[in-house]
């Protein structure tokens, strides 16, 4: 499964950004997906999954209430709506798809697959 990661740019405190995820070359609907970020100096982070029929979504607590994981498996498309951004949600973030356990969606090594990444700068 290839990954495509795309969105990102620069923007203001307080605005919104979408991130896409477009997935080619395996079965999409058949894998969980995640979005991750790394910050600059820290280790990449979780901060948002869903399931593979869109049913489950679970959030990084810094995240809660303001982000907004979906997917559209015709599409083989995963989205992070992003709204009321801070500068500490600057990082680059990655998309990943896997087959983790419910217990183990917020976990990196339970997904095998990644995007390239796709930097978001928030300004204060």
């Known amino acids: 499964v290839q990954l495509q990661a795309s969105g990102g740019g620069l923007v203001q405190a307080g605005e919104s950004l979408r991130l896409s995820c477009a997935a080619s070359?395996?079965?999409?609907?058949?894998?969980?997906m995640g979005w991750f970020r790394q910050a600059p100096g820290k280790e990449r982070e979780f901060v948002a999954a869903i399931r593979r029929s869109g049913g489950t979504t679970l959030y990084a607590d810094s995240v809660k209430g303001r982000f907004t994981i979906s997917r559209d498996n015709p599409k083989n498309t995963v989205y992070l709506q992003m709204s009321i951004l801070k500068p500490e949600d600057t990082a680059v973030y990655y998309c990943?798809?896997?087959?983790?356990?419910?217990?183990?969606?917020?976990?990196?090594?339970?997904?095998?697959?990644w995007g390239q990444g796709t930097q978001v700068t928030v300004s204060s």
């Open positions: 070359g395996g079965t999409f609907s058949t894998y969980d």
């Open positions: 990943a798809a896997g087959r983790p356990a419910l217990s183990a969606v917020t976990m990196e090594n339970m997904y095998y697959y």
